[in-house]
């Protein structure tokens, strides 16, 4: 149990495009869902929290109009990256919440921009 | 603001060597404490998670311990394989902010064959 997915595993888009980002929790209900960001060989870094209903929280320095999130549902969040850059190509990362520290991460997103 | 840090931050041994990899965070009032595998280009998979009241945790080859008050962790790996080559990350679940990880910056692990 508790597994969580992500969707598309590999995405590669032309600068100036919006890339949507899909995690989803596939055998329980995540009030809480996470979207973390990892440059190469460095370590996951938290841009925001996102709760079901209500407009996600981004950590300082995020963009929330570059990384827009949407939490629909109890099962599903998505990460938009609006007008993409090259700068912005990474390993998106997110994870679902099951109790208040439990967290389950999906197997990430590598984006490229071009 | 709670900070991770996790030594060495790459080693290299030979097979069947045991070893530790060492995580110490700056604030001790946390809920508990992760260690994750990750494969290059892939997700986290959770290989020990210790609660803020409990000493350690083992599975399997795998042994963590849990020191609060000093603000320290460490992960032994017993008689290592060639497959347990990944990166190796620490994280915090912190009190003071809001049930989010913080990640320590990792540990790269090659065991050589």
């Known amino acids: 149990g508790a597994v969580v997915s992500q969707h598309p595993s590999r995405v590669i888009c032309k600068s100036g495009t919006s890339v949507k980002i899909e995690c989803r929790s596939l055998d329980f209900q995540a009030t809480t869902m996470f979207w973390y960001r990892q440059f190469p060989k460095q370590s996951l870094m938290l841009m925001a929290t996102?709760?079901?209903?209500?407009?996600?929280?981004?950590e300082q320095g995020v963009e929330k109009d570059k990384f827009l999130i949407n939490h629909a549902s109890l099962t599903l969040s998505t990460l938009t990256v609006t007008s993409a850059h090259p700068e912005d190509s990474s390993f998106y990362i997110c994870?679902?919440?099951?109790?208040?520290?439990?967290?389950?991460f999906g197997p990430g997103t590598r984006l490229t921009v071009l | 603001k709670q900070e991770v840090t996790q030594i060495p931050a790459a080693l290299s041994v030979p097979e069947g060597e045991n070893l530790v990899l060492n995580c110490s965070f700056t604030?001790?009032?946390?809920?508990?404490l992760q260690w994750f595998r990750q494969d290059p280009g892939k997700g986290l998979t959770s290989l020990l998670l210790?609660?803020?009241?409990?000493r350690e945790q083992t599975s399997g080859r795998l042994n963590a311990s849990l020191d609060k008050s000093s603000g320290r962790s460490t992960l032994y790996i017993a008689a290592s394989q060639p497959g347990d080559s990944a990166t190796y990350l620490c994280?915090?679940?912190?009190?003071?902010?809001?049930?989010?990880?913080?990640f320590g910056s990792g540990t790269r692990l090659l065991v050589r064959p």
């Open positions: 210790i609660q803020s009241s409990q």
């Open positions: 996102s709760n079901e209903g209500s407009k996600a929280t981004y």
């Open positions: 994280a915090v679940t912190s009190m003071d902010s809001s049930y989010k990880l913080i």
């Open positions: 604030d001790s009032a946390i809920y508990n």
């Open positions: 994870s679902a919440g099951r109790q208040v520290n439990e967290q389950f």
